[in-house]
């Protein structure tokens, strides 16, 4: 049921992502990253209202960290594989 869920209403341009010193165009990119492999690792029948609210998460939790503009590929897999996985944590009820 993810397919019910647009990834492209999510991801970012480096217009959006405020002043990082230059490196804007990395921290869109690494923001599209966590917003891709999120959708990516997500169970096929994820209920989409689920999907939605972790990918909302996505700008929540990183906007204003400094490790966006430095995260790697591997980090980002497991943070995103970590949300999945305790996702009842984050979720609202």
Known sequence: MKEFVVIHDYLVSEAVVGDWDGQEELVAENLNEIYHTLYDYAEEDIEPEVLSELLALVWENWIGQDALAEIESSDI???????????DQYLTE
Do not use: K, T, V, Y
């Open 77 to 87: 897999s497991d943070w995103c594989q970590n949300l999945l996985a305790n996702r």
